[in-house]
């Protein structure tokens, strides 16, 4: 699963979040296990990347990232990319146990966005270093950086209406803009016009400059069956999300990577 699909899902999870917070039933605790495991697996990898190119970068006649192939380029845009999901997804399980009073998703979503931040940090870190990136690749991977944080507090805003979630994004004083913007507006009943509206502007601005394949696509696609699977189908159905080719699309992914998953567990 390619780490712009991820990014789709977070703007299903923004529009369909306040259904989820505010419903009476429960996220299940395999649900969360799977997105805690895999979200770490992949901040594993993603560590040990950013340790060999920081090695590299200390090295001055080690080659800048792109003389190495776009695997390596694919990393930095996954982390880039992905942080949107990782905040608006904390965002939500922050806003579901406050409107029931428990712990259940917090820590756990809390946790892997810590592990996200950190990586993040050593990705700009690398930007500014001079190695082992070039400067003209560095200039293309900041105007990612803008652009996947300006699309989070979009995001964000639309839910600053459940709880104080502010604070989960890159910029609270912008998030709160987009939530009175959005507030402003006409509302369109059940979401079923501003959804494909949201998804066309997303993929617009994603649509061209990332590396073909993200290179922790397998982990990616866990990570999306194990927010897939909190979102239930009848609510999704009810703001006319089920109609669309992309969730179609993305739910056989998912449940090809859930049917994975069954097996090595049947063989362990």
Known sequence: MHARELIELAALVSVHGPVLVRTSG????????????ASKSRLDRWGRTLKSLSSGAAESERPPVPSRGPRLRGVLEEILTGEVLTRVWTAVMHAYDRHRGTDQGEPIARSVLVGHLEARHRVLTLLVSGRPVEAAEAVKLNRLRRRTERWTDQLIGYLMGLEDVGRFAVNP????????DLSCRS??????FAWPILLAS????FASGLAPTSPNGDLNARIAASILSSLQPELCDAIGLLRTA???????????AEGMIGSLLAEG
């Open 173 to 180: 004083d912008r998030a709160r803009d987009f939530a009175e």
């Open 26 to 37: 429960r996220i299940s605790e395999t649900s969360l296990e799977q997105y805690w495991t």
């Open 202 to 205: 997303l993929r617009a601005a």
């Open 246 to 256: 992309w969730l179609l699309r993305m739910t056989n992914v998912t449940d090809d």
């Open 187 to 192: 509302p369109v009943a059940g979401g079923r």
